[in-house]
């Protein structure tokens, strides 16, 4: 162990678990179970606190605490992959994973819970090495499994036992897939509850389209478990489950319609509004119509004033207007003023 190791102090998170699992709650709430993804994923430590706290919970002799710190487990690895994922994979919770797993006097729902969760996670990190402990509590309860099933049967053939395995993998509990969709169902709910169509595309939402995938598969297996199931009870439980997940997929839809109908109705008023400016009159030169306003030269056409000087010999030569002089009558010649007559001295 390091010499300075960082110590977890505890925070919300420690709080919101014992809530979660307090012995005396038969179902997860799911309000607080989202609340905590949300402060994981927004700390460094929170994963590490969060996961150290239920490993103790799961091994806790209360049924219920039990249930409940697995779904809590598994939720954090659906909703804080990032930040969780290497949880799973430390040396302590491998271990206490198989000590939960070879529990002789464990409660058969608990059983069921770890053996979901562990399908869960294999599904998403099982090729990956670093977990390589909840592969072998996988295959080991799997394989237990197969031992009791098989115990009253003798076997067929050489690959009997891989026959089975697949056998048993395949045909899943219908009343863990219906409480399965409808924790989905739930937490694709809360997920829509919090987002703004108009603000944000929900179809490019990553979170969103993940729920909304999964709802989707557990609907397929919810309509292959009605066609194949005769307990009444059970189809009652299939069909509450296929409703929620309708109903989550009729807010998803109506989310997309109001996105669409909130552009239209901004396209439109666009449009309007071009349609308003292009339909005003034109306005005045002066205030920058459309077509501009040509300013005329008081002075063009008019030639400057200009005095001579009598004793300058050159003045009837210079140039002594800028613009076009105005020519006579007859023959268009420059009028200049007669030149001076010198006049005699008297004494």
Known sequence: MPLFS???????????????????????????????CESVNKTDLGAKEARKLLQKKMLSREPNTQLLALELLNALSENCKEKFKSQLSAKSFGENLETLANSKHGDDRVHGKLVQ???????????????????????????????????????????HHHSERREQVKAADPKTDCELAKNSAQLFSQTLSFTDPTQEDITKNQLIQEFYAKCQSYQTIMSSHLQTCEDPDVISELLEANNELVNCFKTYDDMLERKAMTEATFNSQNLNHRNTQDALPSRDTEAGGSRPI????????????????????????????????????TGGAVNLPPPLTPQKLHN
């Open 6 to 36: 960082k110590k977890i102090l505890p925070t919300e998170i420690t709080a919101d678990i014992e809530r979660a699992t307090n012995p005396n709650t038969t179902e997860l709430d799911w309000s607080i179970a989202f609340k905590l």
């Open 117 to 159: 969760c562990l399908q869960n996670w294999m599904a998403e990190f099982g090729r990956d090495p670093a977990f390589v402990a909840i592969h072998r509590v996988y295959d080991n309860t799997l394989d237990a499994s197969i031992g009791q099933y098989t115990a009253q049967r003798p076997r067929q053939g050489p690959n």
């Open 294 to 329: 040509e300013h005329s030269n008081p002075f063009d056409g008019f030639s400057k004033s200009v005095t001579l000087d009598p004793f300058d010999p050159f003045a009837d030569s210079q140039q002594v207007d800028d613009g076009p002089a105005r020519s006579n009558d």
